[in-house]
């Protein structure tokens, strides 16, 4: 697929994938939309059951859904914000509150965690590795010392939201190791 134009900025990315990732799930029923997640846990079976630990995140808006995968795992965790301008850290254990963005988290006393898997979401990322986030910078924040500690990070997404064409990337951004949607599983070199 390619990016629309040839030098997109982030900010119409990231406009125009959040449009069309609305677009398409408003195209699937709630039945679609389940079954679509449960091809994606089948798809991350292999790397899931393999980690010690995998980190996800409760899905928002038109976010594919990685509870199944999780669901999989011998330990998941979610991000879990203290404050709304905090870093958040990974705590093991299902969302039982709603956090300062509004998403839902695991409970303040449930432990922190260093996942060795990590399921990141994404509006879009490339082949090489390159991934355009919803532009809080919030995975930026945390995937460094993640990686610092050898974790695997592996975008989830729709099938359409893996680009051909590069994504604008800074200095800081962090590399996916692979992309994995309903249809499949491709890793990096």
Sequence with gaps: MAVPSPSPTKAQLRKDFRTRREAHVRGLTANQRHDEARLLAEVLRQLVTRARCVGGYAAIGSEIDPTHALGMASKAALPHFEQRSSVFTFRAGPPVDVGPHHIPQPDVDAPKVTPDLVLVPLLLADRQGGRLG?????????????????????????PFQLSDEPVPREEHDVLLHGFASPEGLEMFS
């Design 134 to 158: 919803q532009g809080a910078g919030h995975y930026d924040r945390v995937l460094p010392s993640l990686k610092n500690a050898g974790a695997l990070f592996i975008g989830v997404g729709w």
